[in-house]
């Protein structure tokens, strides 16, 4: 039995309860980034210090598990995904908060599964069915209804919607990413390399702060809370949930965002954006079931 498997039937946790600490871990990201961002951080190290942090913590899990890290052409292509996997995607997730506020750029984020079905598309050459085009639409339909009703203390601007997307788009590579990797390496190692090289990439666009006490913990959390142990939580979780199952359960993020977002920050979407909010997510639930074609 291997060190994980050992540490996955030890911890007794059932899979769905990972899953869903995961989504709340993951649910506060927006929130610690407002915290921090409002404490005087810059947005772009916000993101800088989730990736060092964070990967300074894999890189020593993965260090004392002894778990090999990915070599040649593997190395590369984790490479590239820490550039645009981390240091794009962070980024443009703490420029969305920025922007936007926070629970409008948890919702953005979840257009991730409709980029997924569309990269499938042009990149995997994998077909488009009734399905992804609806799921798809659906998403545009949402973002549009979102652009329109805006809400309070919501700023649905066009740099909030573009930073918010961007943050989708590379969200899904990680799906794409997952697919290849994640079953090779345990994902410890891969966050050990791609997490450094992120912080690297956002490295020349800090405008450094000084922080205070309270930034230091905002950030501090976010790498520790919402980077190390959501992604250890969502990774042992899945080891025995469906994908399916588990991509559900995770849905519940922006939800957890928009609560903490609204009682801490006064942040509340307007109907017409709660209404677009619910078809990104249903289109996002709809592409995580598996396909049924056979052809």
Do not use: N
Not at 120 to 133: P, S, T
């Amino acid at each position: 039995m291997s060190t994980v498997q050992r540490a996955d039937a030890a911890s007794g946790v059932p899979a769905p309860v990972l899953i869903l600490c995961a989504a709340v871990l993951w649910g506060l990201l927006g929130i610690l980034g407002k915290q921090a961002q409002g404490a005087g951080v810059g947005a772009l190290e916000v993101a800088f210090w989730r990736a060092a942090l964070g990967g300074g913590l894999f890189a020593l899990h993965a260090a004392v598990t002894r778990a090999p890290l990915p070599r040649g052409r593997d190395l590369l292509v984790t490479l590239g995904f820490g550039v645009l996997g981390v240091s794009v995607f962070y980024g443009a997730y703490q420029l969305a908060v920025r922007s936007g506020g926070a629970s409008l750029a948890s919702v953005l984020l979840y257009t991730a599964p409709a980029f997924v079905a569309l990269l499938g598309w042009a990149i995997l050459r994998e077909r488009l069915g009734l399905r992804e085009v609806l799921a798809v639409g659906g998403t545009l339909a949402g973002v549009a209804l979102i652009s329109l009703g805006g809400g309070q203390g919501v700023t649905v601007t066009a740099a909030a919607l573009a930073f918010g997307l961007l943050s989708g788009l590379t969200y899904s590579l990680y799906y794409l990413y997952g697919k290849a990797f994640f079953t090779r390496y345990a994902p410890t190692a891969l966050y050990a390399v791609a997490l450094p090289v992120g912080a690297l990439g956002l490295l020349p666009f800090v405008d450094w702060a000084p922080k205070t006490g309270a930034a230091w913990s905002s950030l501090g959390a976010m790498a520790v809370l919402s980077t190390y142990l959501a992604y250890l939580a969502y990774s042992a979780g899945l080891r025995r949930l469906p994908a399916t199952r588990a991509s559900v359960i995770a849905s519940l993020e922006p939800v957890v965002a928009a609560l903490l977002a609204a009682a801490l920050f006064g942040e509340r979407l307007s109907l017409l954006a709660l209404l677009g909010a619910a078809l990104v997510m249903a289109a996002a639930l709809t592409l995580s079931r598996p396909s049924t074609r056979t052809d």
